[in-house]
Structure formats: C-alpha cells, structure tokens
C-alpha cells in the first residue's frame, strides 16, 4: 500500500540546510494501523507529510496506493490526497463556520456527488464515530473529543484507503485520547483502512499493529504493537 | 464554484463586525463615486438635453455682458433660413434677497419664444397664457422642485440687473428634468422700467432657429457679415457651442472631480485588500486543510477572490441605495447653482447605479487577488508546520 525507498528530505533554513529525513525506507501493506514514534524533530511529521503527498521528498522514491507520488504536479497531487488520502490533525481543525455535517461534507464538495447523497453520506459517517445526534451543531458547540470525532468522519467520508492522523490525541483528555486510538482502530478493523498516525501518546502502543520509531531523521527500529501481540484486539 | 457558495457566505459572516464595516466603507464610497459622476454627466446631460444645434445664439462680438441693441432682433428674423428669432435679457431675479439669485431668470419676447424652443415641450395652453398674462413667468422643472412651487403659484423676484422687484405668477412649467431657468415676459419688464423712468432697448442675446442645420453655418455668416462694422458687431454659434463655452470653466472642476473619484476608488481598494489580507491570514490554517483535503490552489483562490467580491458587490448594492437618497437630498437642497450650473443637477441615472455595482464587484476581486493568492499558492507542508 506504501512504499518509501531512500527517502531524505532536507529543508533550507537561511544558509543551513536541515535534514529532517535521511534516506528512510518502509513498507506498510494495506488495512494495517502503525504508529511513527520518536522525539521531537525526529521527521515523523515529515515522513507522514511525504507519504500523504503534502510534501515531496528531496531524494527517494514515494509510491502509495499503486502511484508513484514524485512523478504528480500539485494538481495531481491535491486530486491524488483527495483520493485516497483522509487526514485528521491534533487541533481538529473544523471550519468554524460550518455545523458537524457540514464539516464532515466538506471533502465531498471535490466529488460529482449531488447535495442530497453528500448530506447522506456525511451522515452515515457521523453515524460511525457515534455523533448523529451532534451532526447540527457548530465546532464551538462540541468538546474536544467531540470534534476529533468529527474530524475523524471528516477523513472517512469520502472512503479513502488510507487515513493519516497527526497527533491526534494531542490536545485529548485521557478518556477522550483512549476513545479516539479505539475509534482509528475502528476504521483498520472495520473497515479495512490503512492508518498511518504520528503520535507521542505511549498509550497508542497497544492500539497499533506496527511502530516505527524515528530519530534525528533516521528509521532506527520497527516493532509489533500491541494490538499484534494480542491477536488483532487492543 | 456553485456548490462553495454557500461556505463563501459562511465565511463572509465570520466576522460580522469587520464585513460590516468594510460594506459601510465600500458603500459609501461608491455612493460618493456615483454622486460626483453626476456632476460631469449633469453637464452633459444638459448640453445633450437642452441645446440644440439647429438653435443659435446671436450675442455681442466682445462677450454676452455687453448688450445688443433690441432693434437686431428684426434684422435677424428676415435672414433666410431663420424660422424664429427671440430675445433673452438676463433679469438676475432673487427669490430669497439674501441668498442672491439661485436659478437663472430671463425676460424673454412672449410672442416668439414658444416658436424658438418649440423642442422643449412646453404645454401649448401655458404658452399661450405666457404670452397673454402680462405677469406671468413660465418655470423650469429643477426650480420648481427646489421651492415647491406649483402652477398658480405667486412669486416675487427682486432683481440684482434693474431697480425692480417683479411679482408673477407661475403659469406654466419648463418641463425638463435638468431645467433650473425661469422666463418672465419682456414687456412686463419694460413696463416697470418706464414706470420708473428707465428705457429698455437692450437685449443680451437673441436666439433664432433655423429650418435645416445644414444651413446653421451659412445663417451665422449671414448674420455676423449683417451687422459687420455697426455699433455691436455679433458673434454667433449654436446652441450646443455657445453652453460648451458657457460652461467651459467647469471642465477644471470636472477634471478635478474625476481625480477624486479615482483617489476614493484607490482608497477603498486599499481598504477592501487590508481587511482582506487579515481575514484570509486569520485562516491560514484552514485553508491549509482544506488542500490536504483535495482542494486544488485554483478552487481556493477562486472562493477567496470571489468572497471579496461578493462583500463588495454587496456593498455596492447598498451604495446605490444611498446615491438615490443623497442625489435626493442634494438636489432638494442645491437645485441650480451659479457657480456650478448643470454640475449641481445630481441627475442619477440607471447607467451610473450599474457603473456602480461594476466599480465595486471590480474592487472586491483587486482587493482579494493578491492575498487570495499568496494563501492558496503556499505549500501545506510548510503553513502546517508554522501553525500547528
């Protein structure tokens, strides 16, 4: 499903240049949850960048869901995440101006699909992570695991293979972080997704199936998670 | 694009504060815009209006405040070519003394001047009661609006020319819209000078028409050669030439008019791109989202622009509002002017209400397109890793 090889990327601060990832390969095969561990600065977030085709790597080779990433132009690239790629961020990041089901539309409004089917898949999906009954209020109207939530649905809507969580339990109590890790365990299980997700949280250890640990730009180790260990269940 | 309109309305109501007051800056400045542009229209709506080509005007060769003698007047009427010749004598009536003469009053030759501005549309039974009632006086539209006058009306007119004070009754109405003048018999006149002693032979002006204005040229030679080398030699030009230089010294006033349109336009450019550089930079977060998401640059810088637009055109519409009342008011309140004449008409018309909208649609995509870019072009990687 995806496939990094010798990837490095390097960004130009001023007159230094930065290398966040030094010739990084990996292989995650489909419908699996893994998690990218390691430090601050330690090109997690950048590797997930790259794989979700936000971000183009300096060298190496990208290919994910059967296409080779470093060959698409920013159209291709945008029409390739919408695609195939469903995110959901630390801070939510719902428009603030648009209800729970309108969040939720939102990556609908890219497709051919007419009002009425966009409405109704909205809602199944807000049906999924269990807030049907929040789908008309406003982002400032839920708690934060609430909106996590939504913005959950908001990656699963438009059925992409593979959804990419950047700290999502970050900014989480840690009921609603435990509910969140269960809910992206959902999907892989459920619903045969692949879930790539940047995390500091150790509770996310037993959720996932596969950690890859990182540290100053460098893949250093990769071990089951505990969900493997136990046979599939957390 | 359709299917974001409802997320660009959304977001126009975001901040509702700021969009209110960006919409009251927008639409005051086109209200202002559209108000001046009546200006320089009012004049050349006046000349398009009122004067004719086929009409000239006869007046001293050393300026129109030198008089001719009224025995011209004959003289002028057996040229061939020339349907009817009649006079204008300016009288400088004041209705309120101290406020000096606030539209322009003429003793004119009752007999004729129907035959002179036939074109005006003046109701033939007034005409007629002009011509009968010694003390009437027939009004123009603008000054009858300005005072509330009404036909039956009885005015007196002091007058800033001869030592008289002239009352008269309104018998008829100079219909057009742009039309401040007010014509008083000459007769009436000449009655009231002698009465005091004082004779009146003099004339500012005669007008004649003519029966085809491919003759225009030739009756003004003929006329001008008629009194060659007399007492007052004439200078004559028609209608339209003879206002255009009227009205000449209010082409500085145009121009300056003009620049200040466009400095109000380059104002609130400047003004609609600040409050929307800030409203598009208070998002950079989520416009960086919704490219994850799928959006492409185009789709986004498309919905910022048009979320400028819209706000402006919005603005706009409320801004024509406003012309109408203000044009209202400052036509009640202004009507002619001396120092401005058909500046001052403040005529709106449908035309300058859609220039407008067109101005404020046009200042809502200038002000959205550079920050509107600059957003949608920068790299999600890089705004994600600024923001969060």
């Known amino acids: ?51 979700a085709g936000l971000d183009r790597p300096s060298d190496g080779e990208v290919v994910v869901a059967g296409q080779r990433l470093n060959d698409l132009d920013e159209d291709e690239l945008a029409a390739f995440r919408a695609r195939h790629v469903g995110f959901v961020f630390q801070f939510f990041n719902l428009i603030p101006v648009l209800s729970a089901l309108e969040n939720v539309e939102l990556p609908l409004l890219l497709t051919h699909l007419g009002k009425a089917e966009r409405r109704e898949r909205a809602a199944t999906a807000l049906r999924i992570v269990g807030l049907a009954e929040r789908a008309g209020h406003s982002p400032g109207q839920l708690s934060g695991g609430e909106q996590q939530r939504v913005a959950i649905a908001r990656a699963l809507v438009s059925d992409p293979e593979i959804i990419v969580a950047d700290e999502p339990t970050g900014d989480l109590d840690a009921k609603n972080a435990e509910d969140t890790l269960a809910l992206l365990r959902t999907l892989k299980q459920e619903f045969g997704k692949t879930v790539v997700m940047v995390t500091h949280d150790p509770r996310a250890e037993k959720y996932v199936d596969l950690v890859h640990h990182l540290d100053k730009g460098v893949l250093f180790e990769t071990r089951e998670g505990g969900a493997a260990a136990a046979g599939g269940q957390p | 694009m359709i299917r974001f309109l409802p997320l660009i309305w959304r977001n126009l109501g975001r901040n509702k504060v700021r969009s209110s007051l ?41 300026g129109i405040v030198y008089p001719l003698p009224y025995s011209y007047l ?93 009352e008269l009754q309104i018998v008829g109405e100079i219909p057009a819209a742009v039309d401040p003048r007010a014509w008083l018999q000459r007769e009436y006149l000449s009655q009231a000078l002698e009465a005091q002693g004082v004779s009146f032979d003099l004339v500012n002006m005669i007008w004649a028409r003519v029966d085809d204005a491919d003759r225009v040229n030739e009756v003004m030679r003929t006329i001008d050669e008629l009194f060659r080398n007399s007492e007052a030699e004439t200078a004559s ?40 550089s800030m409203s598009i930079r208070e998002r950079v977060g989520e416009i960086a989202v919704m490219k994850a998401l799928g959006f492409r640059w185009r789709a986004l810088f498309g919905m910022l622009v048009l979320e400028a637009a819209l706000l402006a055109t919005l603005a706009g519409a409320a801004g024509t509002v406003i012309t109408l009342g203000l044009a209202q008011a400052l036509k009640s309140v202004a009507g002619f002017s001396p120092q401005l004449g058909p500046l001052a008409s403040f005529v709106v018309t449908n035309a300058m209400l859609v220039e407008g909208l067109f101005l404020a649609c046009f200042i809502g995509i200038v002000s959205g397109l550079v920050p509107a870019f600059g957003a949608s072009r920068r790299s999600v990687a890089a705004t994600l890793r600024e923001i969060f």
Not at chain 1, 16 to 30: K, T
Request: proline share 3%.
């Open chain 2, 22 to 62: 960006t919409g009251a800056a927008i639409a005051l400045a086109i209200a202002l815009v559209c108000v001046l542009r009546t200006m320089p229209a009012g004049l050349d709506n006046f000349l398009s209006t009122l004067a004719k080509n086929t009409r000239i005007s006869v007046h001293n060769e050393a």
């Open chain 1, 1 to 51: 499903m995806i496939d990094l090889r010798s990837v490095s990327r390097i960004y130009r601060r001023g007159a230094d240049e930065v290398h966040a990832l030094e010739r990084v390969s990996l292989h995650i095969p489909a419908a699996r949850f893994v998690a990218l561990m390691g430090p601050s600065g330690s090109g997690k977030s950048t590797l997930l960048n790259i794989l």
């Open chain 2, 237 to 276: 030009e028609t209608e339209k030439s003879f206002f255009g230089n009227l009205f000449g010294n209010l082409q500085g006033f145009v121009t300056v008019i003009l620049m200040v349109t466009g400095m109000v336009t380059l104002c609130i450019v400047f003004i609609a791109a600040n409050t929307a």
């Open chain 2, 74 to 166: 004959q003289k002028v009427r057996s040229v061939p070519g020339v349907v009817e010749a009649t006079t204008w004598t300016w009288f400088g009536g004041a209705f309120e003394e101290e406020k000096g003469v606030t539209f322009p009053n003429f003793a004119v030759d009752a007999e004729t001047i129907g035959a002179v501005y036939e074109d005006l549309g003046i109701a033939p039974e007034q005409l007629e009661t002009f011509r009968r009632q010694r003390d009437a006086t027939l009004v123009g539209r603008l000054t009858l609006q300005k005072y509330g006058w009404k036909i039956g009306d009885r005015i007196t007119l002091k007058s800033t020319v001869f030592p008289v004070d002239l």
